[in-house]
């Protein structure tokens, strides 16, 4: 049976046959034994902690938990408005993990918040060629535009109970570039996408089976 993939949480479940989760290390509190090598991750440091910690510090950790096979996607990384950091200290933590990205080949999750056009700017800046989840899309049309001139899929969490405009932009979007994630929530992704279903008026298990596909066009290379 086709599995429910959830791309982007902080929790920890029990690993089942009829979920795949992608944990999120955050990586200014990892503690490297707590990382089970069996399991998927991914790593990042994320724009609230950039602050009071120094560059190298956090260049040597991401590297060095980054190259490890289970971590398959680099990130949470990326801008945040709301919150008080120098843009130009987040920019640079976010241009580490862009070139952290190229470097190994894997994807880049963003976090995003009012920084969509910051976010373009510097992965036009880094010329990126690599692929782009962005986790808990938030954004409009234009916004989903002017990311598709890179390999972009879109994460939708908990927001999709909430606002109208996301829900209009999920139905229209194309199957083929979105990802479903709990991220910090306590809501079961089988009820995330059973919302989505309904709101893409297409049966749960259809849904499943592109996520899947989706999944694989992402990490095929890295998961065998
Ligand atoms: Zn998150």
Redesign the pocket.
């Known amino acids: 049976m086709t599995p429910y993939i959830n791309i982007?949480?902080?929790n920890e479940y029990q690993e089942t046959e009829s979920v795949l989760f992608v944990k999120?290390i955050l990586l200014h509190q990892v503690i490297f034994e707590n990382i089970d090598a069996s399991k998927y991750y991914s790593a990042g440091w994320?724009p609230w902690f950039v602050k009071n910690n120094n560059f190298e510090r956090i260049a040597n950790v991401l590297h060095q938990y980054t190259a490890q096979k289970c971590v398959i996607a680099i990130g949470?990384c990326g801008i945040d408005r709301a919150i008080d950091v120098p843009i130009q200290q987040q920019v640079e933590i976010f241009r580490l993990h862009i070139r952290c990205a190229t470097k190994l080949g894997k994807p880049l999750i963003i976090?995003s918040v009012r920084a969509y056009s910051d976010i373009l700017q510097v992965l036009n800046e880094e010329a990126f060629g690599g692929t782009l989840i962005i986790?808990?899309y938030r954004g409009n049309w234009q916004q989903v535009e002017q990311f598709s001139k890179y390999e972009t899929y879109f994460s939708f969490g908990k927001s999709i109970f909430q606002g109208i405009k996301i829900q209009n932009l999920l139905k229209d979007l194309s199957s083929g570039r979105i990802l479903f994630?709990t991220?910090?929530s306590d809501i079961s992704i089988e009820k995330i996408y059973l919302r989505a279903a309904e709101i893409k008026k297409t049966p749960v298990d259809e849904l499943k089976e592109q996520v899947m596909r989706n999944f694989n066009r992402i990490f095929g290379n890295e998961l065998d």
């Open positions: 982007h949480t902080h999120n994320h949470e976090h986790h808990d994630e991220d910090e």
